[in-house]
């Protein structure tokens, strides 16, 4: 399943803010969840949700990292639980392919380690309830938005036509402030700028 408003549409004038996009797309992810969590298949389900790609979007760590989660039952806990090994899209792939029986699609999810830490045996079948929006999803760029005009000329028909880089650094300024300087080198000039 594919959730689309991930990208955002930048700063463009008269468009969801990025913040808006991305609790736009948070509501969808708990509005799955709660449903497929008071299904008759719950008890056998494991939900994998990750980006499409990292975008190589800029965090405080490093540019190539992404999240990820995995719900089910078997990975409730009392507690929140956050697992810091190092994993990639093909140890997801790996998990996957795991929990189904399947055989390695390729010598990369072969070789990648699986997601195990994340499971335990006893599985809590308690459903989850999406909570209730508390963030209104109608703010709207204005032509004053950091980056409105060059976010303006980009194209936001699909995923992946804006400039990556440059996409990048007007979501940094517009969620954090332009005052924030951006992750690069030490002179604070975004890499490949």
Do not use: C
Request: no cysteine; proline share 8%; glycine share 6%.
């Amino acid at each position: 399943m594919r959730l689309p408003s991930d990208h955002t549409a930048g700063t463009t004038p008269g468009r969801l803010t990025p913040q808006e996009y991305v609790a736009e797309n948070d509501r969808a992810v708990g509005q799955v969840v709660d449903v497929v969590s008071h299904s008759k298949d719950w008890a056998s389900t494991a939900i994998f949700v990750t980006e499409d790609d990292a975008q190589n979007g800029p965090d405080h760590v490093d540019a190539h990292r992404t999240i990820s989660l995995v719900i089910s039952p078997y990975t409730q806990r009392s507690r929140p639980f956050v697992d810091h090994t190092l994993y990639d899209t093909s140890a997801m792939v790996r998990t996957m392919e795991l929990i189904l029986g399947m055989r390695p699609l390729s010598q990369f999810d072969a070789n990648a380690t699986p997601m195990w830490r994340l499971f335990h045996a006893g599985a809590d079948l308690r459903p989850y309830t999406a909570l209730p929006e508390t963030y209104a999803t109608a703010t709207l760029n204005t032509p004053n938005s950091y980056g409105a005009a060059r976010s303006a000329s980009w194209s936001f028909d699909r995923e992946d036509l804006a400039p990556m880089d440059q996409l990048n650094e007007v979501l940094w300024h517009a969620v954090l402030g332009a005052g924030t300087p951006y992750p690069g080198d030490a002179a604070g000039v975004p890499d490949g700028a």
